[in-house]
């Protein structure tokens, strides 16, 4: 099986142009396969480069060494609607100053196949009311995406996304700013899009979530990958000490899964 | 309608067909025309008007003197200048809407990236040191597109951040242009040009004839079309350049594009009629409330009614006084008050 999405020896650092070496250095020896239908997670303390590995893995950035590789082609060989048809973003919050109905903002989901130009179709309609519909926010059709609640945003957000019909979809801390109920009910769903063919990338602040839905988990430190591996074997209390300096004790359950307890 | 769409306090109103509303503006239009031409110091019946159009045209008959009274009238003095009115409304307001979308914020003037003290500057400098019209007309096109180029480029210097750093840019433009305007204005002679100068900047349709129409006309709507098939694009940009970018869309680009169009559309109505403010801002905001925030729609929408709003100043402009108001004094206070109502709004979570 081919990887969707391959970063090789990937650096990066700001305050250079085109962050060529010599900035500040936010990613180093950065390497790492996405396979179809993985949901990896990205954990880190706050600057340790999650959210610059994420724009460059959407091709928003471009590494100053190294290169990302996406369906087996450098990303700067793609254009903006092929990145589009193949790698969807889900951003951590949206501000809208216009009030864009939901079911518009959605359809915005359609560039990638139909283009800035052309006429939406019945086939279009389609593909944004069955986003809609997996996500059960049909009833939310008409409705101001900026009166929304956070969670709100968020599934039209994800709509959006599965509106662009690409099979890799990254999410970049999708759960904050959302209570409780809504942060297990979206990972729930992460998890049955998953199932459904769905390969996701997020980056996370919760080690708790990574545990229960990732297939493989991904800890940045200080832009340098400290290790990578499943849930069960990267998460440990030793990682957690590097990662954000706090004492964790691992409990596993009788169900198999297992509890964080911080130790403060 | 759904239940959904009724609970909700803005959908309601785009849910009544926006395309229909955009129809209805298209409709009043023409006829926004066709009163404007009545109104000025010498008012007509709106029979005489018909009646002179359908000699005109040669279809119906009118008294030989009462015809050329009525063709000075209308057609020489008062047609050029409501053609100009329109072209101009609808511009500023295109450009305002573009802008709006690009720095996703329905604050925006079309003055953001300085065109406006660019042209003006443009244009006072043809007015000392070369007496031409066409000169005056060039320079302030030129000033215009020199302000954004400055402008784009103090943002483009710092990078990163780029929408923040282009308002920025804007200001740093803006003030610029300003007191270079500030400059030429005291090297001018005080007893001709400063009051030329200091009279066009307040903005006057007077001096627009049907030969200046003809120049700009291709021009300012080739902008307004252009910027409307990239409705959609303005969209996918109100979203943030990132969003926009993973949505399919080349940013910087169409980025370009779109401030060329709306650069070139307002510093060519700053060379036809001087300083007009407010409509660029307004038009598009009443225009989202009538048709709702999607561009495809929004941007004919803020045309018509750009175009509709200015040629309601200009009848005011004609009509308040014997002597003429400069048309920049009317929008500036007739703004003002709607001005208030869009803050009205923009504080009733639009997002704020």
Known sequence: ?264 | MTGAALAGGWPRRWSLSSRGQLGLLCLLLPLGLYLALLVGRYPLAPGQLLAFLLAQAGIGTMAPEQFDLIHTLVWEIRLPRVLAAALIGAALAVSGAAYQAVFINPLVSPGILGVLAGSSFGAALGMVFFSSWLLVQLGSVLGGCAAVAVGLGIGRLFGVQSRMMLVLGGIFSGALFSGLLALVKYLADPYEQLPAIVYWLMGSLGQAGFDDLALYAPWILGSVLILALLGRALDALAMGEDTAATLGVSVARIQLLVILCATLASALTVSLAGMIGWVGLLAPHIARLLIGPLNRLLIPASALLGALFLLAADAVSRTLSSAELPIGVVTELVGLPLFLLVLRNVRRGWGG
């Open chain 1, 1 to 264: 099986m081919k990887p969707l999405l391959e970063a090789l020896d990937v650096h990066f650092a700001y305050g250079r142009a085109g962050g060529r070496p010599g900035g500040h250095a936010v990613l180093q020896g950065i390497d790492l396969q996405v396979m179809p239908g993985e949901v990896i997670a990205l954990l880190g303390a706050n600057g340790g480069g999650k959210s610059t590995l994420l724009r460059l893995l959407l091709g928003l950035l471009q590494p100053a060494r190294g290169e990302v590789w996406l369906g087996g082609r450098r990303y700067r060989r793609w254009s903006r609607p092929e990145i589009a048809r193949r790698v969807a973003y889900v951003p951590q919050s949206q501000l809208v100053p216009f009030p864009y109905r939901v079911r518009d903002l959605v359809a915005l989901g359609c560039i990638a196949r139909r283009g800035l130009y052309r006429r939406l179709n019945h086939d279009d309609d389609n593909t944004v009311s069955a986003a809609l519909e997996r996500l059960q926010i049909e009833s939310l059709a008409e409705r101001n995406f900026a009166e929304l609640s956070g969670g709100q945003q968020q599934l039209c957000l994800i709509a959006r996304a599965l509106a662009q019909r690409a099979p890799l979809i990254v999410l970049d801390e999708p759960i904050t700013g959302l209570d409780y109920g809504n942060q297990w009910r979206l990972l729930g769903l992460i998890g049955e899009l998953s199932r459904e063919g769905y390969t996701f990338i997020k980056s996370t602040h919760y080690p708790e979530h990574a545990l229960s839905i990732a297939s493989r988990v991904l800890l940045l430190q200080q832009g340098r990958i400290l290790a990578q591996g499943t849930p069960q074997q990267v998460i440990t209390p030793d990682t957690l000490r590097r990662l954000y300096g706090l004492e964790v004790a691992l409990h596993p359950l009788a169900d198999g899964r297992t509890a964080l307890l911080p130790d403060l």
